[in-house]
Nanobody
């Protein structure tokens, strides 16, 4: 079973950039579509971005479209989230998640579709 570990969070000023990484253990990483979610204090965990098993399809929340880029490297068992033009409202704990699927084009924004989650990494954007 795949285990997920996020890294790359931190404190950044508005307008800055961060790159999050999510490293997966195991040898079946390409069997999973991957997603990023975020949760701000007192709020629900919201979808950010998703990528299909081999990276052919991506999907973004409207709030991050044009600023964030999701990518993956199956040889390194890693999915990335490049975050540019960060805003204070991007402040949250960011989680990566895995969705095991046979569909090579599948991406999904629904939390219920993801059955494996990392522990999260904090991103704080200051004014």
């Amino acid at each position: 079973q795949v285990q997920l570990v996020e890294s790359g969070g931190g404190l950044v000023q508005a307008g800055g950039s961060l790159r999050l990484s999510c490293a997966a253990s195991g040898r079946t990483f390409s069997s999973y579509a991957m997603g990023w979610f975020r949760q701000a204090p007192g709020k629900e965990r919201d979808f950010v971005a998703a990528i299909s098993r081999f990276g052919g399809s991506t999907y973004y929340a409207d709030s991050v479209k044009g600023r964030f880029t999701i990518s993956r490297n199956n040889a390194r068992n890693t999915v990335y989230l490049q975050m540019d033009s960060l805003k204070p409202e991007d402040t949250a704990v960011y989680y990566c998640a895995a969705d095991q699927t046979y569909d090579v084009f599948r991406t999904t924004m629904f939390r219920e579709s993801y059955h494996l989650w990392g522990q999260g990494t904090q991103v704080t954007v200051s004014l």
